[in-house]
């Protein structure tokens, strides 16, 4: 008989076994922690030991569990009523009585942010991210129902088969201190579905105003059922971890840094639930040989406006056109930094320095980051190896240069380096942007500005994360992921010869 027994303490210097041969051991740290009733998750892929005290795990348990049972009801809730939660919620954001304590609770998370040096470029809630969240709830209100929609019709003698599309089931969401997502991501009610969140600790307090004032009220006059919509109420990363790892889940999606969301990966496929990852971004702009210089100008300068996962990073020039787009490329980044008042900041890869002029590397430039402005130099060398870093600025507009022989060049040196996300090709050829589209591993390329990579902007449909290709391209579906996308499809047979048989 095999004896079932629960790890009640952990021991420092203790050996976990991991990936089938490889060996972890407990740190004095986490043994002193660990207590009875905790849980303790391995991550496969690297070994981390993840550390999810009791209580944590029951706040993310209990709210898949109201979620998991709204699910449950939502089969019985009429189309009508979803589209009438999100003219209910998008009413109570409009609404400047119930908007106020929502902007004074993102104040209060805006400066315990500043105050521990994070970044709150994101954070923030502006008139246009209010306008934005009112529009794309207004959008899922007129979106068509896909849930029971036919997808596809095979005829055979005396019987039919359908294809529906169906609701899939409890989405989770993790994702950083953007209080706009929490808007954006009730698109999966749509299709019948019901939601799971937690948000970064910057912006709980935010999340929970919001739930507070317009959403819980917003769900109760469409009618639609308790936890259909579910915050979880932790500022803790294990309460993240704990909720990614219950089997329950249809679908987890991650949002946020790029190693924090390949940890929650990681954590979910163990669990066996599919996940949905949007983690590192930065996008690319190669000029080709035969770019126009001014369309190339052009496209840098409205690629930078403000830093979001596909704003301009690297840009990748020809060797025989630097002596007309380097100059292009500097004002572009120039006029960019004067446009947000806090300069530029340039990034030469080693070895391509004598493309910039020298006084680049002799000025200094104050640079606003999160802890603050800081003086640097302008311009600085970056090893090769580091051409995919991405640059998280805050007012101050930041990229890297690097200097190639050709466009073939530029895509070998993408495809290695960049998180396979988002590419510009500035071409006049059509023959050289066709090649480069074959060779080039990105779910989102373009021949302008970059800023265009966003659900709602290119699609109409508020998104809920982009994904890019850097562990796989993905199967059967682009890589915006919107609400209207999360579904499964199940098969109906109606069969009208009764003797219809094999």
């Known amino acids: 008989m095999n004896e079932r027994s629960t790890l009640d303490k952990l021991t420092p210097g203790m050996p976990i076994l991991y990936g089938g041969n490889r060996l ?32 944590e795990h029951q706040i993310a348990t209990d709210a898949v569990s109201r979620a998991h049972a709204a699910f449950g009801s939502m089969g019985a809730v009429a189309d009508d009523a979803v589209s009438a939660f999100y003219e209910a919620f998008a009413c109570r954001l409009e609404d400047g009585g119930t908007w106020a304590p929502i902007a004074a609770a993102n104040a209060e998370d805006v400066e315990r942010a500043r ?23 207004r959008a899922w209100r007129d979106t068509p129902a896909r849930r029971g929609s036919v997808l596809e019709t095979v005829e055979h003698a005396g019987w039919t088969v359908e294809q529906l599309a169906a609701p899939l089931g409890v989405v989770a969401f993790v994702f950083e201190g953007r209080p706009n997502v929490f808007a954006d991501a009730t698109g999966v009610l749509r299709g019948g579905n019901t939601v799971v969140f937690r948000i970064g600790s910057d912006a709980l307090g935010t999340a929970q105003a919001i739930v507070r004032h317009a959403l819980d009220s917003a769900l109760a006059e469409a009618g639609l059922p308790e936890g259909a919509v579910t915050l979880v109420e932790s500022a803790s990363h294990a309460a993240g971890w704990a909720l ?10 991650a949002r946020g840094s790029g190693p924090a969301v390949a940890q929650l990966g990681s954590v979910a496929r163990q669990a066996g639930v599919p996940v949905s990852l949007h983690g590192t971004g930065g996008a690319w ?27 301009l990073n690297v840009c990748c020039l020809p060797r025989d056109r630097v002596h007309d787009l380097v100059p292009k490329f500097l004002d572009a980044l120039r006029r960019a930094g004067e446009q947000r008042g806090h300069g530029c900041k340039l990034h030469v890869v080693e070895g391509d320095e004598r493309a910039v002029p020298v006084d680049w590397f002799s000025q200094r430039v104050t640079v606003r980051r999160a802890a603050g402005d800081i003086e640097e130099p302008l311009a600085e060398t970056l090893a090769l190896d580091q051409l995919g870093h991405e640059w998280e600025w805050e007012e101050t507009p930041e990229v890297t240069l690097k200097i190639v022989a050709d466009a073939d060049e530029a895509a070998v040196l993408f495809n290695r380096f960049s998180p396979q996300f988002v590419v510009s090709f500035l071409a006049e050829s059509a023959e050289n942007a066709a090649r480069f589209l074959a060779s080039i591993n990105a779910p989102f390329v373009g021949n302008g500005f970059t800023r265009w990579v966003d659900g709602q902007y290119a699609l109409g449909r508020p998104e809920l994360g982009l994904s890019n290709w850097e562990n796989g391209r993905l199967f059967a579906r ?9 579904y499964t499809v199940r098969t109906v047979v109606r069969q009208t010869d009764p003797e219809v048989c094999r």
């Open 244 to 253: 990614f790892s219950d089997a329950r889940l249809a679908l987890a999606v």
């Open 478 to 486: 682009g890589g915006i992921l919107s609400g209207d996308g999360v």
């Open 115 to 137: 105050a521990r040096g994070r970044s709150t470029t994101r954070l923030a809630v502006s008139d246009k991210m209010r306008g934005d969240m009112i529009a794309g709830l």
């Open 24 to 55: 972890t051991r407990v740190s004095a740290e986490l043994a002193q922690a660990f207590q009875s009733g905790d849980r303790l998750v391995v991550v496969e892929s690297t070994g981390a030991l993840l550390h999810l005290p009791a209580a």
């Open 285 to 311: 702009i190669v000029a080709d040989a035969s770019a126009d210089a001014e369309r190339f100008a052009a496209a840098v300068y409205h690629s930078l406006d403000r830093k979001v996962c596909n704003t």
